[in-house]
């Protein structure tokens, strides 16, 4: 068949072939253009004639037809999947597979230089197994160690020493005492405690210093980090255990410090939630709350003592005389609230009254023998009146005593005779 068709060409003038050539390379270069597809149709002529032959196979019929078809089918479906590739699909590979070479050529360091490289941050946490701890175990902030002892909510020990020491107190918090001698077991001491070993005890720790590392006593002074977690100090105050308290220029955290205090007063954690009287116990951290502090000194002062109420002075109406008294002292200290004297007490004008009656009733009358020191005192005679009023006569010496007195009884200025114990104005009470 084939030299048929080439016999058949052969005898065909020169013009035909030409055009028939011309033709063919139209017809070739279609074929490549169209590549995509005709390597369709041809697959799908395939999967056709691949059937038939199934189907013949079972009909026991003749395979030759479709065995020529499944044939050249296949022979196209290879020349136009190569030449789809070739134009097609080649170059795409080739572009997207060259940046990739290239950019693993930029990146391929030398051998030397990744043995010498150091880590990167995520394989440095993926090694360190916690997150944010470096490789070299230095931690995330200055130091690492780990908790050996709790001395109380706000101090522990560690292991290793650090620049030599072993004591840590925890900066910008105080919790109340649980060791001091001279102060006790403070309210809610006990519990910042026990959360402080609850928390550290045991694990390791990160150290953060600030401006001053050490104390007056010769303690670290560090902002302390649980392994992987966030700042104990901060955590102490968000749960009450603690007031804020810092020294010096250790306040890097002071905002942030003072937000979590406020926080836990706001809802009456921990501190902030006991008694007045039991605050009170507490120190004055110039947080509002300790012994000092200025609610806590006005609790603390004793209510004033009750003063007695001044004896009344007998009213003077025109028609009281000597007789209406008790005593001289009596008729005295009335004049002395009035001195216009309207009831002519004082009759000869020497400023002592009723200086010669007779007091509380008495029918005897007797003479007050004035006195260098103080005004004198009238009685009836015999050494007492009916009224049970002051002696006769001043005693030798110029002095009287309650004993000689029927009180309580108003004294002159300067209490003469010392009978006002109290300063209240009265005597023999």
């Known amino acids: 068949m084939l030299r048929n068709v080439l016999g058949r060409i052969g005898a065909l003038p020169v013009a035909a072939k030409v055009l028939l050539g011309v033709a063919a390379l139209i017809a070739l270069g279609l074929a490549v253009v169209l590549s995509p597809l005709l390597l369709a149709l041809s697959g799908f002529v395939l999967i056709v004639a691949v059937i038939a032959l199934f189907v013949q196979l079972l009909r026991r019929g003749s395979l030759r037809r479709w065995g020529i078809v499944a044939a050249a089918s296949l022979v196209l479906v290879l ?140 303690r670290l002074l560090a902002y302390v980090y649980p392994m992987g977690e966030e700042m104990f100090n901060e955590d102490l105050l968000d749960g009450g255990y603690a007031q804020f308290y810092t020294v010096s220029s250790n306040d890097r955290y002071e905002n942030r410090l003072q937000a979590a205090q406020e926080e836990a007063r706001d809802a009456e954690l921990g501190i902030w939630g006991l008694s007045h009287d039991e605050q009170c116990e507490l120190a004055d951290r110039g947080n509002g709350i300790g012994e000092g502090s200025p609610g806590c000194v006005e609790a603390q002062k004793p209510p004033p003592k009750p003063q007695p109420k001044p004896r009344p002075v007998p009213a003077s109406p025109t028609d009281l005389d000597c007789s209406n008294f008790d005593s001289q002292l009596e008729a005295q200290a009335a004049l002395e609230a009035d001195s216009s004297d309207p009831n002519g007490l004082d009759a000869d004008g020497d400023g002592r009254a009723c200086e010669e009656s007779s007091f509380g009733g008495s029918s005897a009358g007797s003479s007050a023998q004035p006195n260098a020191s103080a005004s004198a005192s009238a009685a009836p005679s015999g050494g007492g009146g009916e009224g049970g009023g002051a002696p006769a006569s001043v005693p030798s010496g110029g002095d009287i005593n309650c004993d000689e007195v029927d009180g309580p009884i108003r004294v002159p200025p300067g209490d003469p005779y010392t009978l006002d114990g109290d300063g209240d104005g009265w005597g023999c009470e």
Do not use: C, H, M, W
Not at 139 to 147: K, S
Not at 190 to 196: G, K, P, T
């Open 79 to 218: 020349v136009f999947s190569g030449i789809s590739n070739a134009l097609y699909f080649g170059g795409e590979e080739e572009e997207a597979a060259s940046p990739e070479r290239t950019q693993q050529t930029e990146l391929a360091p030398p051998e030397e230089t990744i043995t010498a490289a150091e880590p990167t941050t995520s394989e440095a946490e993926g090694a360190a197994g916690k997150p944010g701890e470096k490789e070299d175990g230095l931690g995330r902030y200055d130091a690492v160690a780990t908790v050996t002892e709790v001395v109380d909510g706000d101090t522990i020990e560690i292991s290793p020493a650090i620049e030599g020491k072993e004591e840590v107190r925890l900066i910008g918090v105080d919790t109340p005492e649980t060791k001091d001698r001279d102060e006790g077991v403070e309210p809610y001491g006990e519990e910042a405690s026990n959360y402080a070993v609850t928390e550290l005890e045991g694990e390791e720790i990160e150290l953060e210093f600030d401006v001053e590392r050490t104390d007056q006593y010769g």
